[in-house]
């Protein structure tokens, strides 16, 4: 079975063709037979793209970045032609993945895409507004390119779907939670959830023993608390702009400034909702970049804005772990995955070291040596310290398959 999984985050589309040979899907994610990203970071109105396939044919390109559909088409022409050509026929793609970010209420397992699932997804923008037009374009131009081909939405919000309504719902009226469906959605669930099975995999242990934190640290940025392998509390909220510092967005913030740029400075829902989605975070407070490699390059240089971005973003990092931790009343290992959490020693090391009066202690060894899927605490720690490379494309097939395979 060909499984072809589209991974939209707000920096990046990450693509992936898996083949799942018999009856049994392996514990481990196979090797994709192809793989393509495009980098968004990179403006002047163009994207990188990049193409590899199993067999190690690399193809590079600069495309257009001015619509993700057009995007899209092109990086899934590359599967049919050119020198990282997998497939000779449309029709060999079994089914395609699509991760969506924003479910609602409604949808919380993998779903089988028609005109009502496409609808509320254009629905939910509203809540979600630099995710679920990309996932929408791309679900769309799939559709086009791969027209028999069954197409799947598995939703970053279905994780978080059982939070406990002391957590999930807003302080404000009532009738926000009852009326409108304003309540604490989640994100990243599709790999906060995976990292925890990972997680338990990795220690030996039953998921259902265990309390952990995972940290996912991309250019969005969330925790998750995660008991008996259910998600009770997560950083975002009723859109992926609550909790943590991140990339280009601001996470938390009293509601009180809001009050104020619409009353004082003459601001509108658009221009506010850009600027806490785009002008934030890293970038909002150095004014160089929301790439946390720039940050350090720049704080290298002697940048003070840069080094108060990175001081605020440990800050906030640090004040939700704790937070998290209160909420598990106990913690048996902390997990970093994402961009950031992945490949950034020095996230980990500051913020691990707030909890050191916990016993929690890393083997710095460990911390530095590119570490992915170990154990980077030290031997004596009371926490034990993870470093997993999210695999949310694996974790997308897999529910495919499942989906698929039931039916
Ligand atoms: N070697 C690295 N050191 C520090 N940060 C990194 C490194 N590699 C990637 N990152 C960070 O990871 C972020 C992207 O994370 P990723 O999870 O790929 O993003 P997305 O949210 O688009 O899925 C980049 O903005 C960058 O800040
Ligand atoms: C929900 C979200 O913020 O996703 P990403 O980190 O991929 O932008
Ligand atoms: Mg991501």
Not at 187 to 194: E, K, R, T, V
Not at 208 to 217: A, G, M, P
Not at 280 to 301: F, H, N, P, V, Y
Not at 342 to 352: D, G, P, V, W
């Amino acid at each position: 079975m060909k499984i072809l999984v589209l991974n939209s985050g707000s920096s990046s589309q990450k693509s992936r063709l898996y083949e799942i040979v018999g009856d049994q899907l392996s514990e481990h994610p196979p090797k994709p037979v192809w793989q393509a990203s495009v980098d968004w970071t990179h403006h002047q109105g163009f994207a990188e793209l990049e193409v590899k396939t199993a067999e190690n044919a690399v193809f590079k390109e600069k495309i257009q970045a001015d619509s993700y559909a057009s995007a899209t088409e092109r990086v899934l022409q590359t599967l049919l032609e050119g020198e990282t050509q997998v497939i000779k026929a449309a029709k060999e793609i079994d089914a395609v993945g699509h991760r969506v970010v924003h479910g609602g209420q409604e949808y919380n397992q993998a779903t089988l895409v028609t005109e009502e699932v496409k609808a509320a997804i254009r629905r939910l923008a509203s809540f979600a507004p630099i995710h679920n037009p990309a996932n929408l374009e791309g679900i769309e131009a799939t559709e086009k390119v791969f027209p028999e081909a069954t197409q799947v939405a598995v939703f970053d919000t279905g994780f978080h779907s059982h939070i406990p309504l002391s957590a999930a719902v807003y302080p404000g009226p009532y009738v926000w939670y009852e009326k409108e469906g304003i309540r604490r959605y989640g994100f990243h669930g599709i790999s906060h959830q995976y990292c925890s099975q990972r997680a338990a995999q990795l220690l030996g242990k039953d998921l259902n023993s265990l309390r952990l934190i995972t940290c996912h640290l991309g250019n969005g940025c969330s925790l998750t608390a995660i008991k008996d392998g259910k998600s009770i509390d997560t950083t975002m909220g009723f859109t992926p702009l609550d909790g943590l510092m991140m990339g280009t967005r601001s996470g938390s913030l009293d509601p009180g400034i809001l009050i104020y740029l619409l009353r004082k400075q003459g601001f509108d829902a658009d221009k506010l909702d850009d600027i806490l989605n785009h002008d934030s975070g890293l970038k909002g407070i150095s004014g160089i970049s929301g790439d946390m490699r720039a940050i350090q390059t720049a704080i290298g240089e002697g940048n003070t804005r840069a080094q108060l971005a990175f001081d605020m973003y440990i800050h906030r990092l640090r004040s939700h772990i704790g937070s998290m931790l209160a909420v598990l009343g106990g913690l048996d290992a902390i997990v970093f995955t994402g961009g950031i959490g992945e490949n950034h020693s020095l996230t980990r090391s500051a913020a691990c070291e707030a909890f050191a009066f916990l016993g929690l202690k890393l083997d710095e060894t460990k911390n530095q040596a590119s570490p992915k899927d170990q154990d980077i605490a030290a031997a004596d720690s009371s926490i034990r310290v993870l470093v997993i490379q999210t695999q949310e494309d694996w974790a997308i097939a897999q529910e495919c398959w499942h989906l698929l395979y039931k039916s």
